[in-house]
């Protein structure tokens, strides 16, 4: 799940999270703006900073903000050193394709990288909107650029918001481990923007379920996350999507 604060990492942390991802939708969740694009490596340091204090024994991710991971090779790997000294064990960067290369930069130079495709919030704009991604012969294109990611030495893949049938047959090709955002039961892992989890979401896509709902608390809903992740009860299939 996301945390963004030191109290919320170790309450995950304590309800045996495996990830806690600083990611860069603080832009949305913590800052209310209404894309991530205008959130700063700084903000990314500071929040990681924070998350690090409270994480105790899970691996902390942390995203590489807007044009980021996309800019030279260099600029990357300096961005990528300050999230790491900021307490990051792996960093997270959006979009394949041209953007592998500077995986392979980082990952040659001893950073772990996520990689993350399909629907990338910050290409919002070229996207043309927070819609489902490689539905129909598009989907060939997400699987190429999987392989490339892996290739390229990446330690993990976020697939957001793709039909549960690609994301599961790129979780079988490709020999990463997947974590799934809107893609289904099939892949390694899930991952969830903690305000949503907590019922908080402003907007509500499908594949989000409120875990607070029913519990007695938060550190509850955390447990209640990781069992229903760990045992497969989520996500359900009316919380995926189809081809
Ligand atoms: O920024 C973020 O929270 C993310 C997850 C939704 C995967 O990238």
Redesign the pocket.
Known sequence: M?AYDASFARAMDEAGMDVI?V????GNVVQGRKS?VPVTLEDMVYHTRCVARGVGRALLMA?MPFLSFQGPAEQALRDAGALMRAGAHMV?G?GGGPFAANAAYLTARGVPVCG?IGLT?QFVHSLGGYRVQGRGAEGARLLAEAKELALAGVSAL?L?AVPAALAAEITAKVAVPT?G?GAGASCDGQ???MHDALGLGARRPRFVRDFLAGQGGIEAAFAAYVEAVRDGSFPTADESYAE
């Open positions: 996301t991802l990611g860069d939708s603080l991530t995203d997270k959006e993350h919030p976020v957001e974590i955002i991952v969830l923007v």
